[in-house]
């Protein structure tokens, strides 16, 4: 009976461990990025929108690597592209939203420890999905002298 017990202990240990790796993060820098920033916006207008832009743009050379989405500021959001080898993101805010758009962000459990401005982008490489941790800084918006 107690070899019955270790081995069914053996097996739900090792089931266990299978799930906590399952969001690993790359040690070795698997993607670099040419540049990656957010700008956070509030829209001018009363009822415009707030939120946080994503951009990722990685050098070519990591050209055998789909961007999937980042995990930012205690939230999830996909990844697209807009043009060749640049991603983008949207992490919608709290404030100046009509009463009628007040939808709040996707409540996604977040697998990762992050400090303020850290990011762990997922992305595809030989089908196979992966995380890596980079520093995010803030890029503030330029305004235009009219």
């Known amino acids: 009976m107690k070899i019955i017990s270790v081995i069914f202990l053996v097996f739900t240990l090792s089931g266990c461990s299978g799930t906590k790796n399952q969001y690993k993060i790359e040690q070795e820098e698997t993607v670099s990025f040419k540049e990656a920033y957010y700008q956070e916006w509030v829209a001018g207008v009363e009822g415009g929108g707030s939120g946080l832009n994503i951009y990722l743009e990685p050098f070519a050379s990591d050209s055998n690597v789909e961007l999937?989405?980042?995990?930012?500021?205690?939230?999830?959001?996909?990844?697209?592209?807009?043009?060749?080898?640049?991603?983008?993101?949207?992490?919608?805010?709290?404030?100046?939203?009509?009463?009628?758009?007040?939808?709040?962000n996707q409540e996604v459990e977040i697998p990762f420890s992050l400090k303020k401005n850290e990011a762990v982008v997922s992305f595809l490489q030989k089908g196979k999905l992966k995380y890596i941790k980079i520093e995010l800084p803030e890029k503030k918006l330029e305004m235009v002298p009219q």
Do not use: A, P, Q
Request: glycine share 8%; proline share 0%.
């Open 68 to 104: 999937k989405g980042i995990y930012f500021r205690e939230n999830y959001t996909e990844l697209r592209t807009k043009k060749e080898n640049s991603y983008h993101g949207f992490i919608r805010g709290e404030v100046n939203w009509k009463e009628e758009d007040n939808k709040e």
